[in-house]
């Protein structure tokens, strides 16, 4: 069965200090990975996703970035953190549309989750 | 309107009662349609893929209105393990990787 994890699960940073969230998929390949965030009172907003190693699309303009180095790892970073980068961080997969058995390819599972509280 | 939009809520029903949940979407060309759960300060769930014009497993049943751009969700013998955020979930038009997420109903079942 497949497996998400992240981490850290809680992380209090100062402004203008650097990010690195990470994420892993154990039990699939070519998994297409995603992250969201959830900021207080509102719903989830797509981050960046991606399809395959090093590919990366981005949804929202921020000073945010993401990086697939390998296939089953999702990283999330800044080089300098807002107040406004607080929030509960999402990561997810769903099933690559050419890979065969497993959930349907559009259903996504969610990570346990980073929260983080930018000071 | 809102690409997703939900009943806000919120909604405080005995055990055993059933509830319903409704949400509409914008965007013609979706395909795809979800619910999911979310527990206070935890990740969503999954809960019901939505397909065709509707399905249910369990005590849930999930409803499809294509014509009308509407989803629900009807929860039967509702037990206080259903207390939760339930997230209507529409996939963007023409794309099978982006998720609109709506805002969430929460329910709170009291004994």
């Known amino acids: 069965s497949q497996t998400i994890h992240q981490w850290p699960a809680t992380l209090v940073q100062p402004v203008g200090s650097p990010l690195s969230l990470e994420c892993t998929v154990e039990g699939t390949s070519n998994p297409n990975l995603y992250w969201y965030r959830q900021a207080a009172g509102r719903g989830l907003q797509l981050l960046f996703y991606?399809?395959?190693?090093?590919?990366i699309s981005s949804e929202v303009p921020q000073n945010l970035s993401a990086s697939r180095p390998q296939d089953r790892q999702f990283i999330l970073s800044s080089k300098k953190l807002l107040l406004s980068d607080s929030g509960f961080y999402l990561c997810?997969?769903?099933?690559?549309?050419?890979?065969?058995?497993?959930?349907?390819?559009?259903?996504?599972?969610f990570g346990p989750g980073t929260r983080l509280t930018v000071l | 309107r809102k690409e997703v939009e939900q009943d806000p809520g919120p909604f405080n029903v005995p055990e055993g009662a059933t509830v319903a949940f409704n949400c509409t979407y914008s965007n013609s060309a979706s395909q795809s349609f979800f619910w999911y759960r979310q527990d206070c300060r935890k990740e969503p769930k999954l809960l019901m893929s939505v397909y065709s014009s509707g399905n249910e497993d369990g005590r849930f049943t999930a409803q499809l209105n294509r014509a009308s751009q509407y989803i629900s969700l009807l929860i039967r013998d509702s037990k206080l393990s259903d207390s939760a955020t339930y997230l209507c979930?529409?996939?963007?038009?023409?794309?099978?990787?982006?998720?609109?997420f709506g805002k969430g109903t929460l329910l709170t079942v009291n004994p």
């Open positions: 991606s399809v395959g190693i090093g590919q």
């Open positions: 979930v529409v996939n963007r038009g023409g794309s099978n990787y982006k998720l609109t």
């Open positions: 997810a997969w769903s099933r690559d549309v050419g890979t065969s058995g497993g959930p349907p390819y559009n259903e996504q599972f």
